[in-house]
């Protein structure tokens, strides 16, 4: 029940700035190139005090085919249907131009609330083309400057009663939702014959109330988009046969089994020296992006071309930022050798990315949603492991077995103890080890403690970090 502003206009007229400028973060890509956004993206707004949902959407273009100004179109209806109040943003520097009015007549027809925004205001050129915008009968245009911060607070002033009576009305539904919820916890009680008590009948672990980051990463044309699609039951991201399609990182807030998740579409990342283009550079920043906040990393490839250097690379970079993995073979369906693919990925995973073991493989077709249930209790269970604790008492009567059967190695004939170890984080499992000796400790030592721990404490698919530390000498000066 949130009330929610959409942000509409032709291409690059600021409409990208003005939502980072709402949501308070650089979220959507901003270029002068017209018509960098793609997808429709949305996120919280806040404006002095007012909170509210703001969607960014794809420049309007007057296309109606398949071609991929067809398609941003109509993703951009597709948000439209979701808002309240649709704001059609103008260039004030440039004036009122055809396509102006011919959306202007369009956004009519959508029979909503409607506000206009002459956006660059911020010098003397802007002021004619905002006088220009009255003629567009949309009521009196606010001027700002989106980049510059400048007329929010007109803005604010027409948002604001909005916003306060979508907030009333949440406050009623919930309020109504509270008493039935209360009303049928009574009637279960009443039946059990326990004693009234609703406080003692909730448990609610706070994890559970936090959405699963899961971001859904690959080369170009793998697929990734229409995996969104498929799980979320809707053309929420752009597919089709041009690579590139996505630029900006798609959020979506949905549900899967009982548990919150946040799936995140993100641009196709090529090799660092075929990026050539600002743009794409701007959607690999944004994608690398996701990536770092991500909680689980979908990693696609094609079947149909295997593991390619590319691939071994973005799930490296996953793992390097301590992300759990789960791999996901698209396109099985087109597949014949169906062993032999099974086989030379096993062998890929296992000899190229060996510091992480048994990573979670499922092969599926986002087109025709094939094993998709599989995949994502993958992830569940993968992201159950990310989340893994072991006690200190259990991980240091572990460590003194491990020291009598394989002992680092002796320091000058002294032996290096190993003394104590403890687990100082989670997500993913972070493990300090103190020695005797830190500088002289070898990392083979440290692998073979790693490797054990995975197998001892069952912690395969994600990444495990370990600490050494040098225990201080109470006799030193």
């Known amino acids: 029940m949130t009330f929610t502003v ?91 131009t055809p396509m102006d009015r011919h959306f202007v007549d369009w956004l009519r027809k959508q029979k909503m609330p409607a506000a206009l925004i002459a956006n660059k205001c911020e ?93 859904i990463v690959g080369r170009p044309n793998v697929g990734k988009s229409t995996l969104l699609n498929k799980l979320v039951g809707e053309e929420r991201s752009m597919t089709g046969p041009e690579a590139g399609i996505t630029r900006d990182a798609v959020h979506v807030d949905w549900e899967f089994g009982g548990r919150k998740i946040r799936l995140v579409d993100t641009a196709g990342l090529r090799r660092k020296a075929r990026i050539v283009d600002s743009i794409e ?41 301590g992300r759990a993995v789960v791999i996901a073979v698209n396109k099985w369906d087109t597949v014949k050798q169906r062993n032999e693919v099974l086989d030379e990925i096993k062998y890929q995973v296992e000899s190229n990315l060996a510091q992480v073991r048994d990573i979670p493989t499922v092969t599926i077709s986002a087109l025709n949603g094939l094993r998709l249930d599989q995949l994502l209790q993958a992830v569940l269970t993968t992201y159950d492991l990310w989340n893994k604790r072991v006690g200190t008492g259990k991980l240091n009567r572990w460590l003194r077995s491990m020291e009598e059967q394989n002992p680092a190695p002796l320091v000058h004939g002294r032996p290096n103890r190993l003394r104590y170890i403890t687990q100082i984080k989670a997500r993913p499992p972070t493990f300090a080890l103190w020695v005797g000796r830190a500088d002289d400790y070898p990392d083979t030592h440290k692998r073979f403690l790693i490797n054990s721990l995975r197998r001892d404490f069952d912690i395969p698919a994600t990444p495990i970090r370990f600490i050494i530390k040098t225990s201080k000498n109470p006799y030193a000066t």
Do not use: C
């Open 281 to 321: 550079k701007m959607s690999a920043d944004d994608t690398l992006r996701a990536i770092r906040l991500a909680q689980v990393v979908i990693m696609v490839i094609d079947a149909e071309h295997m593991f390619e250097k590319q691939d071994l690379t973005i799930v490296s970079h996953a793992i390097d930022e």
């Open 6 to 96: 959409a942000i509409i206009g032709r291409p690059n007229v600021g409409k990208s700035t003005l939502f980072n400028r709402l949501v308070g973060k650089k979220l959507a890509l901003v270029h002068d190139t017209p018509g960098l956004t793609r997808d429709w993206r949305e996120a919280d707004g806040h404006l002095m005090g007012l909170d509210f949902k703001v969607i960014d959407t794809a420049g309007l273009e007057e296309s109606f085919d398949a071609s991929i100004q067809g398609r941003m179109r109509q993703q951009t209806e597709r948000a439209l249907a979701r808002a309240d109040i649709a704001l059609l943003v103008i260039d004030a520097r440039t004036g009122i």
């Open 123 to 215: 010098s003397k050129t802007g002021i004619a083309g905002m006088y220009e915008a009255y003629e567009l009968g949309l009521g009196e245009p606010i001027a700002i400057s989106a980049e510059h911060g400048q007329g929010l607070d007109e803005l604010y002033t027409l948002l604001r009663p909005h916003v306060d009576k979508a907030d009333a009305e949440t406050a009623a539904l919930k309020t109504q939702e509270d008493e039935e919820e209360n009303l049928e916890k009574y009637f279960e009680i009443y039946q059990e014959g326990a004693d009234i008590g609703f406080g003692d009948q909730e448990e609610t672990g706070e994890d559970k109330n936090n959405p699963i980051k899961i971001a």
